[in-house]
């Protein structure tokens, strides 16, 4: 890492098919949060690379990618963002999609990572096997694709990532209702990110008006047109 503080971060938690991808997808696209899914990272290896096959050889399968291996991926790839600009750690907050899936990655991220909240998506199993079905149609996804790999995801997800909900405090989880429509999941996630992100910039500044107070339109009027 090239600075000494851990990466502010939220964790994006949920069964396969719970909407993780798409949710953080959005929310890394506005100002001041960096999405990054070690599920994206694995697909955007070279298959010819070792490190590419070793990866591919778990996730075709449904299993784990070894926990150490995981997180040095995501971490190169972290600096690798770093380095292109496409990450300031200083002012961003991290969309962090996939990762912790283990209680041991919890663990050795603890030094890495400051998890400012953990947002699970919940939804009932059969509804996200559908949602899975239908997405290894539409992106060609090869762990998507068999009944049997799904089956597989969701019993490493239940012995697995499950307990990483234990590891966190539990002021710091958000059970949201996953089944209802996208736009009212990411209205719910963003209600929450709010007041996270105004008091990580530090919004004090007075000249603005206080949070939540609609202006009235003669205070949108510019003062050149009233003068
Ligand atoms: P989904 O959103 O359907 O759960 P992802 O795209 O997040 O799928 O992950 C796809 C696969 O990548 C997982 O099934 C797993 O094999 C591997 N993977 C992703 N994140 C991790 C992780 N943190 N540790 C180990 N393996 C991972």
Redo the contacts with the bound molecule.
């Keep these: 890492m090239t600075h000494h503080h851990r990466y502010k971060t939220i964790l994006l938690f949920?069964?396969?098919?719970?909407g993780?991808?798409t949710q953080g997808k959005i929310l890394g696209a506005i100002p001041g949060f960096f999405h990054s899914?070690?599920?994206?990272i694995?697909?955007s290896l070279d298959l010819q690379s070792p490190t590419g096959r070793t990866?591919w050889d778990?996730?075709s399968?449904?299993?784990?990618?070894?926990?150490e291996l995981?997180?040095s991926i995501?971490k190169q790839y972290l600096q690798g963002m770093e380095l292109i600009n496409g990450f300031h750690p200083e002012t961003e907050i991290i969309v962090l999609?996939?990762?912790?899936?283990?209680v041991a990655?919890a663990q050795i991220l603890e030094q890495t990572i400051d998890v400012l909240k953990v947002i699970h998506l919940v939804a009932d199993q059969a509804k996200m096997v559908e949602r899975?079905r239908r997405?290894a149609l539409k992106e060609n996804?090869v762990?998507?694709a068999s009944d049997e790999v799904i089956a597989k995801?969701f019993e490493?997800?239940m012995k697995q990532t499950q307990p990483v909900l234990e590891y966190y405090p539990d002021d710091k989880i958000v059970h949201i209702n996953a089944a209802q429509s996208q736009i009212r999941v990411l209205s719910e996630i963003i209600a929450l990110l709010v007041p996270l992100k105004e008091s990580h910039d530090g919004h004090d500044d007075d000249q603005e008006p206080p949070q939540g107070t609609p202006l009235n339109a003669a205070q949108l009027v510019p003062s050149s047109v009233t003068a």
């Design positions: 949920g069964a396969p098919g719970s993780k991808g899914s070690t599920g994206d694995f697909r990866v778990y996730t399968k449904g299993k784990l990618v070894p926990d995981t997180i995501w999609d996939g990762l912790p899936r283990s990655q899975l997405r996804r762990d998507d995801r490493v997800y």
